[in-house]
């Protein structure tokens, strides 16, 4: 085990996957129930968020090659990572994050922050460059 009690597996899975409790919420969520396709409204009545962001979650695993559309509707969705290194690795979260659930939380917090500061900083730049641009600036 690493920084904060989580092996480099489950770090280097999270770094990759993961960038919000409500992503990781959804991805244990359909990796404990394969047995059913899920929609975006069944994520988002079963772990009480709201169906448009339930969806966007459910793209980003899928573009993240952890869920498949199922063939039954576009909208369903079930776990079946491209790799089989990223099913091991999101079973060990799954277990990790059921025994050392605020070292995983926080390990998600203490690392996007780089990359927001670096959205804002951009959205601020272009904010500037617009309305220096426009005559109004």
């Known amino acids: ?17 993961i960038d919000s409790i409500e992503k990781l919420e959804v991805l244990l969520l359909l990796r404990a129930r394969t047995d059913q ?9 079963e ?27 576009a909208d369903a969705y079930r ?3 491209e790799r089989s290194d990223d099913a091991q690795s999101a079973t060990e979260l ?3 994050y059921a025994a050392r659930r605020v070292s995983v939380i926080s390990f998600i917090f203490s690392r996007p922050m780089d990359r927001v500061r670096g959205f804002a900083d951009a ?15």
Do not use: C, Y
Not at 1 to 17: E, K, N, P, Y
Not at 60 to 67: A, F, H, V, Y
Not at 123 to 137: A, E, I, T
């Open 94 to 96: 799954a277990t990790t």
């Open 123 to 137: 959205f601020v730049l272009k904010q500037d460059k617009d309305k220096g641009g426009n005559g109004h600036g």
């Open 1 to 17: 085990m690493t920084d904060a009690g989580l092996s480099s597996r489950v770090q280097r899975f999270i770094t990759t996957h």
């Open 79 to 81: 776990f079946s990572p």
């Open 47 to 73: 772990l009480r968020i709201t169906e448009a962001s339930a969806a966007r979650r459910l793209a980003e695993l899928k573009t993240g090659g952890l869920l498949l559309q199922d063939g039954v509707g």
């Open 37 to 45: 396709a899920w929609t975006a409204s069944a994520v988002a009545l």
